[in-house]
């Protein structure tokens, strides 16, 4: 064990005072604390009738995110060969549409990008009148469905590189505008390394901003009525030839719903915050085909897409589907993805994410969520950095409203504990496949008391902090620990969990 972490250790953790307290009691101004802001719910991760593997229209996706309560959305329909030569024009038409019928939702056309080397990241930026000429320049270049790059090896990887690179220099030359990249579904395939994850990051730090803590398709693994059922997050799987060969097997499959990277106290996401480096976590739908729905697509031809480039308009058939491949939700229905805004704007929630001013929550666990840090003076929230003196108090305030309406599992879901998660930040690794942090540990654990609609705050002080170090929050209904989903008997509403990004704590 390192000096760093035996200091942190000593004089962060375990002197801590921590208490549930009602509001009034707490002698601190949370607004002050954790700042001003409106949260909004969105998700940057959904297919349309572009897609090869979906149905919905444009309209539909915005109609169904409004419907449970989102308030932004990006389309992110699969590269593909006939999709970069048929479908992006006719996507941004729909989209603009969309965007005149739903003024009040922030939405953008972006693309679910097949990286060269790895898997899948969400791609999406602000071209005005270029957007569609920029979309496809990006994916004509780039996508591994298009140039044959598709093999885990060197030449794939420095093409993903290059990829970044021309997303900065695009942004430099006012070409685009707020390029984002996150990466989905991380180790569903096992197909992304750690050493991948971390040249993405540092190759365009401010434009690959983090990747999907839990990925989409939450509803797949709900018990089917054939006995069919899959996995949460379509996670049933194991090492193929462009797998790292380094994850164990467990790295395959959702704890909770949520990726082993980031459900693994001390695991992969921790070795990245580790750094000291901003690498945020979302969650989102993935929606293709959505549980409960009553459309369908008409029968067509096994060659559809490839001859059309776009599938037909789904019609109702009046009976909700359940069996596969209905396994997603809507935008905002199970997987909900918060972030902290001054404005409500397009501008407003890029400077949100960006900032890491991000909580995520599945089947409406709390309601809302505020973090905040103080000590030497100042103070910081999610995303946010807090520089202290050596030897300074150090105190997070979680406040968390609970649920109190039924969520789509049929009930009111009762928060039954908080984890303050802590670790210190002891720099560059020497390794970049390095996917453990061997000093972060669950810290602190409250049991709230439960009645719906209630505010609980809690307090955690680190007493005279030694090293620089970081803070994150987690929440359950249940567990301790998040546990294996069983493949083909999850069901999503029994095994809720929340995530908050993390604050830093520098120490001069």
Known sequence: MTTDRRRFLKGAGLAAAAAGLPLPDLDVDLSRLCGRYQWLVGDHHTHSQYSYDAMYRIEQIAAGGRAHGADWIVFTDHGHAEHEKVSVEPTEADFLAARRKYPELLLWHGMEWNVPGAEHATVFFQAGADQAAKLREFERTFDWR??????????????????????????????????????????????????????????????????????????????????????????????????????????????????????????LWDSLLAEGKPWWITTNSDSHYNRGDTLVRPPVAGDWYDTHSKYPDPVDSGVPQLAPPYADFFPGEFSRTHVGVTR???????????????????????????????????????????????????????????????NGGGSVPRLARLDVVAGPVT??????????????????????????????????????????????????????????????????????????????????
């Not at 054939?226 to 467990?250: F, H, I, K, T, V």
């Not at 900032?355 to 995303?383: F, M, N, P």
């Not at 709230?448 to 803070?471: E, I, K, L, S």
């Open 146 to 267: 298009l140039t044959n790059s598709e093999a885990s090896d060197p030449a794939n990887e420095a093409l993903a590189l290059r990829a970044l690179r021309w997303l900065a220099s695009e942004e430099q030359a006012k070409r685009i505008h707020a390029p984002v990249v996150l990466i989905n579904h991380p180790l569903r395939n096992g197909r992304v390394a750690p050493h991948e994850l971390r040249a993405y990051r540092d190759a365009a730090p401010h434009i690959v901003i983090g990747m999907e803590g839990a990925p989409g398709a939450q509803a797949d693994g709900f018990p089917k009525p054939l006995g069919n059922g899959g996995a949460r997050g379509g996670y049933a799987n194991s090492a193929g030839p462009n797998s790292w060969p380094g994850y164990p097997a467990e790295a395959y499959r959702t704890f909770g719903g949520w990726d082993w990277s980031t459900a693994k106290v001390g695991g």
């Open 427 to 508: 720099g560059p690794v020497t390794d970049p496949d390095t996917m453990t942090a061997p000093g972060t540990r669950v810290v602190e654990s409250f049991e709230p008391r439960w009645a719906p609609g209630r505010q609980v705050v809690f307090r955690h002080t680190f007493r005279n902090v030694r090293a620089p170090f970081y803070a994150r929050v987690r929440g359950s209904n249940g567990d301790a620990e998040p546990t294996p989903d069983v493949v083909g008997q999850a069901n999503p509403f029994e095994d809720l969990w929340m995530y908050a990004n993390p604050i830093f704590v520098d120490v001069c």
């Open 344 to 406: 409500r704007s397009l501008e407003g929630v890029l400077e949100g994410l960006r900032a890491g001013r991000i909580w995520l929550s599945h089947g409406g666990l709390v309601q809302a969520l505020d973090v905040g840090a103080y000590g030497g003076g100042s103070a910081a929230t999610l995303g946010g950095r807090l520089r202290v003196r050596r030897g300074s108090d150090v105190t997070l305030v979680v406040s968390a409203r609970l649920a109190s309406r039924p």
